[in-house]
Each structure stands twice: as structure tokens, then as C-alpha cells.
Nanobody
Framework: QVQLVESGGGLVQPGGSLRLSCAAS????????IGWFRQAPGKEREGVGR????????VYADSVKGRFTISRDNAKNTVYLQMTSLKPEDTAVYYC?????????????????????WGQGTQVTVSS
């Protein structure tokens, strides 16, 4: 089991940038694939992107492709979500989630059920 804590959220103007962090404790993060999700008011939680345990593979939702980048520093036990060209529709609570290394290799990265451990979330508000 791994404990996750997100940070870096806040208020930003449209077109601005933010970098979210997902710090892990309780286990070695490099064994875990990490997904980023978000939930806007009145909407279901949706997958934003995922990074493999090694960092060699990333995948993104179409809505953020080209604007968001996921990276990881396994030495620091931290995964990052760099968000650029932010839009008001990016406003949401952002969560990171860890997928157990014992899980199947092939999975639907957008499904919340594929991840076992979750952070508490950090609010991102994009508004002028």
C-alpha cells in the first residue's frame, strides 16, 4: 500500500500553467504506475493521464493532450502533472492514484477501479 499526497493546486488565469505534485510514502513509488484523474463540480471523475512505473510510457486524455505532461522522479518518490495553456474547463479537483505492481499488465488506464491507492485531491481553478 502507498500513501499519496497531492499539492500544487490553486487559482490560475486562463492560458496559465501549474505543476501538481503527487508525493508517495509507505512504499517505493517506482514500482507503481500512477494515474491522474480530475473531478469537476457535478461531473464524474475522469482520467487525465497515466505514467508507467519506469516513466517510459505516458498516455493522455484527448482533452489535455499537448497541454499536460506527466513525469516522475522515482528518487524523490514523486510524480508530477505539468499543466499548460489552462482553460476554465480544466477547473476540477485533481487526484493521483497508484496501481499495484501485482496487477495485470494490460488494463484500462481511465478506469478508477484499476487503481488501489488514492490521494485526497488538490483543487485547480482556472478563472480570470
Amino acid at each position: 500500500q502507498v500513501q499519496l499526497v497531492e499539492s500544487g493546486g490553486g487559482l490560475v488565469q486562463p492560458g496559465g500553467s501549474l505543476r501538481l505534485s503527487c508525493a508517495a510514502s509507505g512504499s517505493i513509488l517506482r514500482y507503481y504506475a500512477i494515474g491522474w484523474f480530475r473531478q469537476a463540480p457535478g461531473k464524474e471523475r475522469e482520467g487525465v493521464g497515466r505514467i508507467s512505473s519506469s516513466g517510459g510510457s505516458t498516455v493522455y486524455a484527448d482533452s489535455v493532450k499537448g497541454r499536460f505532461t506527466i513525469s516522475r522522479d522515482n528518487a524523490k518518490n514523486t510524480v508530477y502533472l505539468q499543466m499548460t495553456s489552462l482553460k476554465p474547463e480544466d477547473t476540477a479537483v485533481y487526484y493521483c492514484a497508484a496501481r499495484s505492481p501485482a496487477s495485470a499488465i494490460v488494463y484500462n488506464w481511465k478506469s478508477e477501479r484499476e487503481y488501489q491507492d488514492w490521494g485526497q485531491g488538490t483543487q485547480v481553478t482556472v478563472s480570470s
